[in-house]
């Protein structure tokens, strides 16, 4: 039911399905965190960019990779060695700022120094956590809405697949892991498919909105989720 909820909300705002997902399979089974929604998090964003691929921000996705990479070293460094749930709080309070801040002005200033610094945040926290979206989100969200919805698909699949690839090399990758993300694969399609009429609705000028409630909600959640574990 989380991944079906959270693929409804990142079918239509662009991001989203960590943030839903990730506490509640922490909370099921630690064991299989972070790898089994990295498994979805590649294959979500294969059914955006199949509807929506011509419409990817190509220039700012480089930025964006090249932030992600080291910041996907320091998220596996936590994974190891750091406490992820002081990671957790820290990153919910600084969304929680930017969230505050970009609220009050038309837009977060986006050029490469702003999505490469986005990226190497989203590489930390999504190795991490699992919750990646939000800083990518945030620098986009006065974009148009099918080009938001694009460029984090294609950065979130090449995230998630290097995340992947990490947690594996640093032994924190379990068979378990990728069966259960094979798993719930099907209930991502499902919420897909049904987030068809949202992403209509909320292109009509309503996206900014949602981005900034999510990555609110996002931040909420990763607080919440350390307090009370």
Known sequence: MAVFLGAVVQGSVGFGLGLIAAPV??????????????????????????????????????????????????????????????LSVFVGVMVLAAVGLTARALSVPRNGATVTAAGFVSGVTGTATGIGGPPIALVYQTAKGPQIRATLAMFFFLSAAQSLGILALVDHLPGRALTTGAVLVVPMVIGFLVSG????????????????????????????QTLLT
Do not use: C
Request: hydrophobic content about 55%; overall charge positive; cysteine-free.
């Open 25 to 86: 399979l922490t909370l099921l089974d630690p064991g299989i965190m972070p790898g089994a929604i990295q498994v979805v998090n590649m294959t979500l964003p294969l059914f955006t960019l199949a509807a929506e691929w011509r419409r990817v921000d190509w220039r700012g996705l480089g930025f964006a990779v090249l932030g992600r990479l080291p910041g996907s070293a320091v998220g596996a460094v936590i994974v190891v060695y750091l406490s992820v749930q002081t």
């Open 197 to 224: 009429p949202l992403r209509r609705h909320l292109d009509q000028g309503k996206l900014r909105v949602a981005i900034l409630a999510v990555a609110s909600v996002s931040a909420t959640v990763l607080i919440a």
